[in-house]
């Protein structure tokens, strides 16, 4: 089925480790995005890719870094990982930079303490 | 810049009675605007858009959208509920001034009673 698949689904990390989210789509985007979500603040950006080999900033991109190896793979990675950073993720992936996000993956609620 | 408002945190309806979740934009160009649902533990699923054409968007599950430049809003409704539209809804603003970035709204909890 195509779609977009995160893992982990969940996961409680101890402050000050690394940790890192995967991201994979199947339909062939070239557009990938990471988003955090938190209560009363909707979803913020976090990083963007426009094609494999490029990466961007979003809004909020401090202590998070991503890579866009191949087409399909769009992993965020938390170098040191800090309590604020508690919240769930979300990845999605669109055709091109700027085209209808039809879907967002289902997300990876990580807990720093 | 833009900025996107939706009015309500809550909203509850009783099944079967119409559906209105309000929001109200802002954007120094044309803007593009979507509904996108959360069901709990879900992912987001795009409802309806609006990019430049129809004023009245229609989109899945029976809803619709009203584009009204006028008075900057873009509220969803639906004329009867259903329990299985109890989720979260944001509505979400992108311009096209060349940019690529989504705003959300800070989202409506729809609750539907029995």
């Known amino acids: 089925i195509a779609g977009i698949t995160q893992a982990p689904t969940s996961q409680i990390l101890a402050a000050g480790r690394r940790m890192t989210l995967r991201c994979t789509q199947d339909?062939?985007?070239?557009?990938m995005y990471w988003y955090r979500q938190d209560l009363g603040l909707g979803l913020r950006l976090i990083h963007y890719s426009n094609t494999a080999g490029t990466t961007g900033k979003g809004e909020v991109p401090d202590g998070y870094s991503v890579s866009r190896a191949n087409t399909d793979d769009f992993p965020l990675t938390l170098a040191s990982a800090v309590p604020s950073q508690t919240s769930v993720y979300f990845c999605?992936?669109?055709?091109?930079?700027?085209?209808?996000?039809?879907?967002f993956g289902q997300g990876t609620r990580l807990t720093v303490v | 810049a833009q900025s996107v408002t939706q009015l309500d945190s809550h909203v509850s309806v009783s099944e079967g009675t119409p559906v209105l979740l309000r929001c109200n934009y802002s954007?120094?160009?044309?803007?593009?605007l979507f509904w996108y649902v959360q069901h709990p533990n879900k992912g987001l699923q795009l409802l309806l858009k609006?990019?430049?054409?129809?004023?009245l968007v229609k989109g899945i599950n029976g809803f619709e959208a009203e584009f009204k430049k006028s008075e900057t809003s873009f509220h969803l409704t639906k004329p009867s509920a259903h329990m299985s539209d109890a989720a979260e809804y944001f509505c979400v603003v992108s311009d096209q001034g060349g940019t690529y970035k989504y705003i959300f709204g800070t989202g409506t909890r729809l609750k539907v009673l029995a």
């Open positions: 609006y990019t430049s054409a129809a004023t």
């Open positions: 999605a992936s669109s055709e091109k930079l700027g085209a209808v996000i039809a879907f």
């Open positions: 954007s120094s160009y044309s803007p593009s």
């Open positions: 339909m062939r985007h070239n557009a």
